[in-house]
């Protein structure tokens, strides 16, 4: 028996009606459909999976890629996302009957027409990942918020997000109420309800609400739809100094390989402005950390790119929009294992300044979001330890000066960054770090 479920959408026609149907059956693993490759397209822009954990966020990027995103032992053990993950798909139009998918043959057997390519970012949803998610939320140029529909709307990480993409700026949201297959249509009307009533008065409550059941791939194509419609490239600085956020390093040698084999280490992020080429000196900053006679320093890496990797295809040049992964001539032992992870790469000498200590106009929250109980947000004391995440950056800075509407901090780790880029504030309730509002910088 099909589950049919009609909602009526309050944006423009193109969603004003639309048609799920699914069957009630036993979940069925799906294999992703054949690919046809096309020449080279660059990914344009990156689009963030966000939401509370076990939302089906990995999921719908294997719906949409053919990828499983959650590769890291410990995601395969524990069943959710720990660190970013990432995954490109290419969507498409078909000319005759007008669907959107991601293979360049359409179900009714027709050749599709190419849109683009898109890099998704699959950030965490658990509570303790929270500054994960911060981190990669730096390269979204738009995110998809993933809701249960066989849960109560909104859980706690849910708001905690939907905070966070409001601090940081990101304001193209597309919602996908997912799980539908697992809920009747009246618990599915109920839950688009509460989704309305939630999104009420934040930065998502013009986004449309597009239901989908991402294991079966049921929807998919209206999703795609909204994403061409709601999420467009921005434009993009081309000519001024590059500027890469670095989200992951990691080191692909395998152990017991030969040294006349061996590769130097992965960068992986995005690229914010400006062009890199493969055999560009580059500069990457704040670098790493060095002690001598008792004092600590940090000191820049300076290094060549060897090839880039972007949409999956090695390319000698690289614009800003969509992930992607550049492989130096750096010791795999300085970079494995995430150790660059908040630095940012750029030309030798054309980076942004390093701060070890920031003087903060903050903009604190009413309450805090991401727990269940209320909270007050207090003010900021004296000596108390701040979360503080800047761009693709993570540190702590123990406040060490309170003034007018300011406060000081020196931070455990140095950051690389522009003096107007924004900040956000986590303060630890309990065994949590509970996003608490965002800051400004006014000086060191």
Not at 72 to 80: A, D
């Amino acid at each position: 028996m099909n589950c049919e479920i009609y909602m009526r959408k309050h944006l423009n026609s193109k969603f004003q009606d639309y048609e799920c149907k699914m069957p009630k059956t036993k979940k069925q693993e799906t294999k992703p459909e054949t690919r046809v490759k096309e020449g080279y397209n660059q990914p344009e822009l990156n689009i963030g999976l966000v939401g509370h954990v076990d939302h089906g966020k990995t999921s719908l990027v294997q719906s949409l890629t053919g990828r499983w995103t959650d590769t890291h032992s410990e995601e395969l053990k524990k069943g959710i996302t720990i660190r970013l993950g990432y995954a490109d798909a290419s969507f498409y139009k078909c000319t005759i009957c007008g669907k959107y998918g991601t293979s360049q043959k359409c179900k009714c057997g027709k050749e599709a027409k190419f849109l683009r390519k898109v890099s998704f970012v699959d950030a965490p949803g658990h509570e303790t990942l929270m500054a994960t998610m911060l981190s990669g939320a730096a390269i979204m140029d738009g995110a998809i918020l993933l809701i249960a529909a066989n849960e109560t709307c909104p859980q706690p990480q849910t708001r905690e997000h939907v905070m966070a993409m409001e601090i940081i700026g990101i304001k193209n949201i597309v919602i996908a109420q997912n799980k539908i297959d697992l809920t009747s249509d009246e618990e599915a009307l109920e839950n688009y309800k509460q989704i309305k009533e939630f999104i009420k008065g934040t930065i998502a409550e013009n986004a449309p609400i597009i239901p989908i059941a991402a294991q079966h791939s049921v929807n998919v194509d209206l999703l795609i739809e909204a994403l061409e419609e709601y999420i467009k490239t921005p434009k993009r600085d081309e000519k001024t100094d590059p500027l890469m956020f670095i989200v992951r390093s990691f080191d692909i040698n395998k152990p017991g390989s030969n040294f006349k084999d061996l590769n130097g280490g992965i960068l992986g992020g995005a690229l914010k402005k400006g062009v890199l080429n493969v055999n560009d000196d580059v500069e990457i900053k704040p670098g790493i950390k060095t002690e001598k006679e008792g004092k600590i320093s940090w000191k820049s890496i300076y290094t060549k790119i060897i090839s880039i990797k972007s949409g999956g295809e090695e390319v000698k040049t690289i614009k800003p929009g969509g992930s992607l992964g550049i492989l130096t001539l750096l010791d795999p032992s300085i970079i494995k294992s995430d150790q660059l992870t908040g630095n940012v790469l750029g030309l030798r000498d054309k980076l942004p300044p390093i701060w070890h200590a920031l003087t903060l106009k903050p903009y604190l929250l009413k309450r805090v979001v991401g727990t269940k109980e209320e909270l007050n947000v207090d003010p900021i004391k004296k000596l108390e330890p701040l979360m503080l995440n800047i761009n693709s950056s993570l540190t702590v800075g123990i406040v060490d000066d309170l003034r007018k509407n300011l406060v000081h901090v020196n931070l455990k780790l140095p950051v690389c960054a522009y003096k107007e880029d924004r900040i956000t504030i986590s303060r630890r309730f309990g065994d949590r770090w509970r996003l608490i509002g965002y800051a400004e910088i006014q000086g060191e």
